[in-house]
């Protein structure tokens, strides 16, 4: 079944940590996002990728780094995780014509201690 | 720039009657897709409903419908015979110029 996938759906780390949220999609949807949801439930988007090799930040500046080697893979990677990085970080996929709508994983949940 | 307002924070219904969710939004494109979003707690984001703007005819799923009003750029959700199971966050979302815009979402409870 096409699906979008995230691991882990939860993960609580020390401060100063490297981390990697993965996002996996088997639907061969080219545009992928990231968005990160506060504790509000308010959600921002932060990147974005339109294809292997394109990666964009969002409207939210994030320290996050993503990468696109892969068309089912979009990785978000944090180099040193603080108590500020806490949040729901939630990854989509889209058909080329976005108003389709877009499929969303079932999101990370990150605590950094 | 694209806006969208959800007005309201938290609603509650019993189960089996109805509500409405209202959203509204303002866009500068002619060509854009309005969406309403479901988030159940710890659970994935699905999409509920989708209207074309072009289209003048209300959306309908199910239990689900819309109210689009383009001139007032208004597009509320309706939720028929309300179950436990509609329990969650709503967003209401807008899709133009390649980007989809969320509003702060409404928080439905459902009284037993």
């Known amino acids: 079944e096409a699906d979008i996938y995230q691991t882990p759906r939860y993960l609580v780390i020390g401060t100063g940590k490297k981390i990697t949220l993965e996002c996996s999609q088997t639907m061969g949807h080219d545009k992928m996002y990231w968005y990160q949801q506060d504790p509000g439930m308010e959600l921002h988007l932060i990147h974005y990728s339109y294809g292997v090799n394109s990666t964009e930040k969002g409207d939210l500046s994030s320290e996050s780094t993503v990468s696109r080697i892969r068309t089912e893979h979009f990785p978000l990677t944090l180099e040193s995780a603080r108590p500020s990085h806490t949040s729901q970080y939630l990854c989509?996929?889209?058909?080329?014509?976005?108003?389709?709508?877009?499929?969303f994983g079932s999101g990370t949940r990150l605590t950094v201690v | 720039a694209q806006t969208v307002t959800q007005s309201q924070p938290e609603m509650s219904v019993q189960e089996a009657e109805t509500v409405t969710l209202s959203c509204t939004y303002d866009t500068s494109e002619s060509d854009y897709y309005l969406f309403w979003y479901k988030q159940p707690p710890s659970r994935q984001m699905i999409l509920v409903i989708r209207q074309e703007a072009y289209k003048q005819q209300n959306a309908t799923e199910n239990r689900f419908s819309v109210n689009f009003q383009k001139a007032a750029k208004s597009f509320s959700l309706k939720i028929s015979d309300s179950q436990l199971g509609d329990a969650a966050m709503y967003f209401c979302?807008?899709?133009?110029?390649?980007?989809?815009?969320f509003g702060t979402g409404t928080r439905l409870t459902i009284i037993p």
């Open positions: 989509a996929s889209s058909e080329p014509r976005g108003g389709y709508g877009y499929t």
């Open positions: 979302a807008c899709f133009g110029n390649e980007k989809l815009t």
